[in-house]
Every structure is written in structure tokens, then in C-alpha cells.
């Protein structure tokens, strides 16, 4: 195999990971049967699931121009198969759905790549697929995505060769940012709202009032001891902030469909098929990155009280100062609701109760 196979261009949608694509690049010519990419959807693994996946279709180990090279960078090749889940979580038919796919044999090349997105919404489904992973064909390779390993998934996972895909750092963000054309200070505004990660920060900057809404999140501190504001008001205002964040992926889930269903069109479709499917998957990533915009805003806020404590550190403020005690225990508190907000149904409690014990340890 030439040795600048697979072509660095099969990972260039994959931003700041270089650890994990080195290791991807030098896994490809000797492939094992089973990888765990985690980290948060946008951080670059199903980027990189889909440039390894060509590294390992393509003949020539990932030219990165070939036809098959091409098709899997786009999710299209016949022997890459990519399972999304039908519904909240991964249903055990989305998990007999891998099985099976597994049973069959590649179409064109050597070996098929199955990427299953979000394994870790199985919960105790996900041994469904232990047995595949302890025998699989040996003409599979498998790709899971998830978020983290939760304890459902340790099994799962220990069959694996697990690659991480952590958040950026704002540093290398902002660069990234600003390579691609953002104005310096449109960009580090956009990296401190994008919690690390790069899908997010794109769409971020297609959002006019990504600067307004950090703006709102830093000013809680100062809202919370004015007595004109209080928290049901203020989290009203978050709230509403971040359904607007949203706005800007349901114009690119818009565009997506009108895509799609002009090149079916073009194909002899009378409609879009598995249009029903696409849009619940849009609402689903919609929703998630609403939770996203939140923890985002969460993180803004426990800056902005973690600068009281690196004052103090700095001795600029004395450490006993009891601003610096009650700040200290601000970011605990939001630290807590951050965590909490993904398994929460009701944000509006969720965060007024956080602005309630601010404002309590304020007072």
C-alpha cells in the first residue's frame, strides 16, 4: 500500500483531532473488526467514520479521489451502511437491523462498513449486539458512535478499539474560525458559546444574535441582584434565546430536504423517500442542539463567576472574600444543572431553580 494512503483529505472535515485521525490513518491498512468513536455529536467522529470508512472501501487504501472514495465521503457507497435510530433511543429493531446487515457480503469491495450512530441511547438493548461483535464476518467492520460510555455499555465497548473525539479547545477553534473566513471577534465569540464543538460553531455563525445571547448569559450574575429581574423572568429570556439559537440548523435542515428531494426528483421519485424518517431525525438533532445552546449558555455563566475566584488567585480579591466563597459554590451549582439538563423534561424548573439558588447566595 502506498504509504501516503489513506489520503489526509479523507479527514479534512475532521477539525483539531489529530490524535484520533493518526490513529485511524494508521489503523486502516490492518483494520480490527470493531471501533468506539465517543464524544459529543459535531466533534468530528462521524466525519471521521465516514473517511475511514473510504480508507478501508477504497482499493487503493483511500486515495481520497477515486469513485468509492467519494461515495463514502458522502455516506452513499453500497457497502457503508449507516444505522441512525428510529425513535427517543436505539430500539432493539435498530439493533437487529446492524445484525443483519452484518450477515451480508460487500457488493464492491473488500469489506463493509456499518457506522451506528448514538449507541449510546441502547441502554440495556445494546448486548443485543454483543454476539455479532464476538463473532463478526470477517468481511465487517464496525463503527459505533457515542456520546460516552455509559455503564450499559462498557460490554459493548470492551470489544472494541475505542477512539476519542474531545471537545477542541477554544484556542485551535477560534483558528479554525478565522482560517475559514469569520472576523477575529465574530469568532471568539463564537467558540466561547460552542462548548468545543466545530459543527456547532458553524452554525453559530450563521446566527446574528449568538453575540446577544452570550451577552445575556454573562449579565445573570448582575440581573439576579437587581430588584427589577427576577428568575422566572430571566429564565424566560434564556429560554427564548435559546429556541432562537435553533434557528439557524432548521434553515439548514430546509435546505437539506429541498436537496434531497429535487435529486430524487431527478431519479424518478415522485417524492422524497423516507422523507417521515428525515424530518424526525432534523427534529431530534434540533432538540439536542437547543439542550446544546443551554449548556452552552451554562458555561458563559460559570465563566463569568469562575473570574471572581481567578481574581481572587491573582490577589486581586482575597481568597476569604465571601463574593469569592459564594462564586466558588455558583459554579458547583451550574455545574450540576448542566449535567442534569440532557435527562431533564422540564428546562423551565430546571433552570429557574438554578437562578433562584444564585440569587439566594447573593443575597
Excluded at 460553531?201 to 450574575?221: K, N
Aim: charged letters at 25%.
Amino acid at each position: 500500500m502506498n504509504e501516503d494512503r489513506p489520503a489526509p483529505e479523507l479527514f479534512a472535515g475532521v477539525v483539531s483531532q489529530e490524535a484520533a485521525v493518526a490513529a485511524l490513518r494508521a489503523a486502516a491498512a490492518n483494520p480490527v473488526h470493531a471501533y468506539l468513536f465517543r464524544g459529543a455529536p459535531g466533534n468530528g467522529g462521524l466525519a471521521a467514520a465516514y473517511g475511514f470508512a473510504a480508507a478501508l472501501l477504497c482499493p487503493d487504501g483511500g486515495c481520497g479521489v477515486c469513485a468509492t472514495c467519494r461515495a463514502a465521503l458522502a455516506g452513499t457507497d453500497p457497502d457503508l451502511h449507516v444505522v441512525r435510530r428510529s425513535g427517543a433511543s436505539v430500539s432493539i429493531g435498530d439493533l437487529r437491523q446492524v445484525v443483519s446487515l452484518a450477515q451480508r457480503r460487500p457488493l464492491h469491495a473488500a469489506r463493509q462498513v456499518i457506522v451506528v450512530l448514538d449507541v449510546h441511547l441502547a441502554a440495556l438493548r445494546a448486548p443485543a449486539l454483543l454476539k455479532t461483535l464476538e463473532e463478526p464476518p470477517g468481511d465487517t467492520v464496525f463503527i459505533l458512535l457515542a456520546d460516552d460510555v455509559v455503564p450499559e455499555l462498557v460490554t459493548v465497548a470492551s470489544r472494541c478499539v475505542e477512539v476519542a473525539f474531545p471537545p477542541v479547545p477554544r484556542a485551535e477553534l477560534v483558528q479554525w474560525l478565522t482560517d475559514s473566513g469569520v472576523p477575529a471577534d465574530m469568532a471568539a465569540v463564537v467558540a466561547d458559546s460552542a462548548g468545543g464543538n466545530p459543527e456547532r460553531a458553524r452554525i453559530m455563525v450563521d446566527d446574528p444574535d449568538v453575540a446577544a445571547r452570550v451577552a445575556l448569559w454573562t449579565s445573570v450574575p448582575e440581573e439576579l441582584t437587581s430588584a427589577g429581574m427576577t428568575a422566572a423572568g430571566l429564565t424566560r429570556r434564556v429560554l427564548d434565546s435559546a429556541d432562537r439559537a435553533v434557528e439557524p440548523l432548521r434553515a439548514t435542515h430546509a435546505r437539506e430536504i429541498e436537496a434531497l428531494t429535487a435529486a430524487a426528483k431527478e431519479m424518478g421519485e415522485r417524492g422524497l423517500p423516507g422523507r417521515k424518517e428525515i424530518v424526525e431525525q432534523h427534529q431530534r438533532e434540533e432538540r439536542r442542539f437547543r439542550t446544546d445552546a443551554l449548556r452552552a449558555g451554562l458555561g458563559v455563566l460559570a465563566r463569568t463567576y469562575r473570574g471572581r475566584v481567578v481574581r481572587a488567585a491573582r490577589g486581586t480579591v482575597a481568597v476569604g472574600d465571601p463574593d469569592v466563597r459564594s462564586a466558588t459554590e455558583a459554579v458547583g451549582l451550574i455545574t450540576e444543572t448542566a449535567e442534569a439538563l440532557p435527562r431533564n423534561p422540564n428546562e423551565t424548573l430546571l433552570v429557574q431553580s438554578l437562578f433562584v439558588r444564585l440569587a439566594a447566595l447573593a443575597a
